[in-house]
């Protein structure tokens, strides 16, 4: 921060630290002038001090204390500049006619789509079009931006350009909205994930995106939701009812191989339940079994999550899920603690891998210090797997071989019981399904935040299954 902030006048030297100057020092540092301290003034802050803390202590609930410590701050809002702008009007008309006459559209639903409130409007298009929507690829989806139980919900784009390629083939157009075009996590051969014969139709408020990588056929710039809500009375207007016919059987269609999806990812499920350890299907179909409507979720357990509970429908709500952008460890398990913070009458659940969740363990001691309630489940597979899993797909002739070199934890294993219990969080190890279900359901009501450490098998999939 310069001085300025501080309040002293441009180009004025500070005063140097124990000299007294015009205005009343704020505290004075022992030894440095401590000689002014008024004795008498500090037995009362001291009493003062001692009845607050005796005050904090008698609070038994976290958030009643945190809301009376803000209510002593000044937190007025300052007058924010609204930076939304509508999109062109001419723009979103060429955009609703190239979409309105698309034989099998698509949509590719980006990150900023929630992040700007605008779920239902595009719900809203993708049910008017009869169009799937898809979101980012589980490596960088970040956030949720189309509910996962919608029929419509047409899961998430695959890791590698070449399924990419094979994904995108049977759409005509592509409407894409709020989303980088195209992040991807390695670079594979074929370098063009979007099939040439795809038409784009790119809404977005970032203008670096909107044609970056491909050329786009209409590029909208502007709030995603006011865009999306014009664009929708526009393809109303615009469909003729040959249109809308075509629409209705083509959202029928999907609907049912979606639902199919889902009841096949049920059933594979259900076969996995008696492998020990738990197979990720295993673990997160467990999970998904007893989320709340209002869950958030944070996930940061790379082989673990495989976008399973997309998949499975589990994440109803859009808002509540964060995943990882861009693989630097360690956001997780303080991140939940923040979303808890922010939402203290939402369930929070963390699923982290015990690689990841070492990068920041230390905040297990913040949540038990400040009792706030967050659930941690450990998908403990005792290794650096996803390290191994892209060796493999990369053909790096040791991992071809089997030799994998500084990727297992497990000489020792990393007693996640204990070290969670030495930070002061409640937790305990579960190995079977049911428990875990049943820990988890509990586990939304407690005060306390709570960790479980699951036992995930130690085989590494050939391949990614995202
Ligand atoms: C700060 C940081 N250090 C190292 C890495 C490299 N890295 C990527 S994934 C990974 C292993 C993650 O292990 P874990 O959380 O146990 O998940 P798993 O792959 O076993 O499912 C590592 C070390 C990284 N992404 N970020
Ligand atoms: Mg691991």
């Known amino acids: 921060m310069s001085h300025e902030q501080h309040g002293g006048a441009a180009g004025e030297e500070p005063a140097a630290p124990g000299v007294p100057t015009d205005e009343e020092p704020a505290f004075v540092v022992p030894g440095e002038g401590a000689e002014v301290l008024d004795a008498e003034v500090a037995l009362a802050a001291d009493a003062e001090t001692e009845a607050a803390e005796a005050e904090v202590e008698a609070e038994p ?46 949509i590719l639903a980006g990150s900023r789509v929630v992040e700007r409130d605008a779920v239902r409007e595009l719900v809203a298009v993708a049910e008017r079009l009869g169009a799937p929507a898809i979101s980012e690829s589980g490596t960088t989806h970040g956030r949720l931006s189309f509910p996962a ?72 710039l502007g709030d995603t939701k006011s865009g999306l809500a014009e664009l929708d009375e526009l393809l109303s207007a615009t469909m003729t009812p040959q249109h809308v016919t075509e629409a209705k059987s083509r959202r029928a269609v999907y609907e049912s191989k979606h639902s199919a999806q889902r009841d096949q990812l049920q059933a594979e499920f259900q076969k996995q339940l008696d492998a020990r350890p738990l197979t990720p299907l295993a673990m997160m179909g467990s999970i998904a079994r007893v989320l709340p409507e209002n869950i958030a979720v944070i996930e940061e357990a790379v082989t673990t999550t495989n976008t399973y509970l997309e998949r499975l429908g589990a994440h109803r ?146 391949r990614m299954e995202y």
């Open 149 to 220: 139980d919608h029929p419509l919900y047409g899961q998430c784009l695959p890791l590698w350009s070449p399924e990419v390629r094979e994904r995108l083939a049977e759409f005509d157009v592509l409407l894409v909205c709020g989303m980088d075009l195209l992040r991807q996590y390695v670079y594979h051969e074929p370098s063009r994930a979007i099939p040439e014969h795809i038409r784009l139709v790119h809404l977005d408020e970032d203008a670096w995106q909107i044609g970056k990588n491909y050329p786009v056929e209409v590029g909208v």
């Open 61 to 106: 609930d976290w958030r009643d204390r945190y809301l009376r410590e803000a209510a002593e701050l000044e937190l007025t809002m300052p007058a924010r500049l609204d930076t939304r702008t509508r999109p062109p009007r001419a723009a979103l008309r060429c955009a609703a006619e190239v979409l309105a006459s698309a034989k099998r559209p698509g």
């Open 317 to 462: 709500n859009t808002t509540g899920y964060f995943a990882h952008r861009g693989w630097a460890l360690g956001w997780g398990l303080g991140c939940s603690i923040g979303v808890k913070l922010a939402w203290p009458d939402r369930p929070v659940l963390a699923i982290l891998g015990e690689g990841a969740a070492m990068y920041g363990i230390q905040g297990l001691w913040s949540a038990a210090h400040h009792r706030i309630p967050v659930t941690f489940v450990i998908a403990n597979n005792a290794q650096y797997q996803i390290l191994k899993v892209g060796a493999r797909g990369l053909q790096l002739p040791q991992a071809l071989a089997g030799k994998f070199e500084s990727l297992e934890i497990n000489e020792p294993e990393v007693d996640l019981v204990s070290l969670a219990r030495s930070l002061g969080v409640e937790a305990e190890r579960i190995t079977e399904p049911d428990q875990l279900s049943d820990v988890l359901a509990e586990s939304w009501k407690s005060d306390r935040p709570r960790l479980i450490d699951v036992p995930i098998t130690r085989k590494s999939p050939e």
